[in-house]
């Protein structure tokens, strides 16, 4: 069984701080990972994909991949109330064909 | 309009009754999934399609089945709801090539009583 795991939270951060996101997988096969957020009730969003080791960068949030470690997280700068809502890390597994999700993580940004 | 369309968006059910979930999309994606969601469980995998001809299950397919009917078109039915069935489901699609990243629909939560 091919397993993304996260910390469920949630995770608390006053507005202004860095909120950082933490998700292990399974599959060494991997190649691409996903970082999406999910507020309450509606659909995931994509906010970050990275398919290399190290950092990719998009405004106030950075992804971190190293695949030997196979460990994936993802930085938020400069935390936001809005940006309160749950991560979903997520891999690629069977060559490309599916994708599994971790369970998430509820992150709470204090005004 | 959205990209991926469910139908419907809510819908309480009885024990035993059959329902039909339907998705539409205009992405002109080859590949589209059906994911359940229970509260701290993530999305797990129900069945998944990679052309009309492909049908394959997913992590959770027992009590499921699907129809893709066009390339734009993949329904998930439940022949005989029950109440663990209770959860929002989501339908997605993804290109076979270029960023291979999953678009979502906006849900349809189930309650089955």
């Known amino acids: 069984q091919k397993e993304v795991e996260q910390n469920s939270g949630p995770l608390s951060v006053p507005e202004g701080a860095i909120a950082s996101l933490n998700c292990t997988y399974s599959?060494?096969?991997?190649?691409?990972f996903f970082w999406y957020r999910q507020y309450s009730g509606k659909s995931p969003e994509l906010i970050m994909s990275?398919?290399?080791?190290g950092d990719k960068e998009d405004g106030r949030f950075t992804a971190q991949l190293n695949k030997a470690s196979q460990y994936v997280s993802l930085l938020i700068r400069d935390s936001q109330p809005s940006d309160s809502a749950t991560y979903l890390c997520?891999?690629?597994?069977?060559?490309?064909?599916?994708?599994?999700f971790g369970p998430g993580t509820r992150l709470s940004v204090l005004p | 309009d959205a990209d991926v369309t469910q139908t419907p968006r809510n819908r309480i059910t009885k024990t035993g009754k059959r329902i039909m979930l339907e998705c539409s999309q205009t992405?002109?994606?080859?590949?589209m999934y059906w994911y359940r969601q229970d509260p701290g469980l993530g999305l797990r995998l129900i069945y998944y399609?990679?052309?009309?001809?492909?049908?394959n299950k997913g992590e959770i397919s027992d009590g499921y089945s699907v129809s893709r009917q066009a390339q734009a078109k993949f329904s998930l039915s439940l022949e005989s709801a029950i109440p663990n069935q209770t959860a929002l489901y989501f339908c997605?699609?993804?290109?076979?090539?270029?960023?291979?990243?999953?678009?979502f629909g906006a849900g349809s939560r189930l309650t089955v009583l």
């Open positions: 997605a699609t993804s290109a076979v090539s270029g960023a291979n990243v999953l678009t």
């Open positions: 599959d060494r096969g991997s190649q691409s």
């Open positions: 990275i398919y290399s080791n």
């Open positions: 997520a891999v690629n597994v069977n060559y490309g064909q599916n994708f599994v």
């Open positions: 992405k002109g994606h080859d590949r």
């Open positions: 399609s990679f052309d009309v001809k492909d049908i």
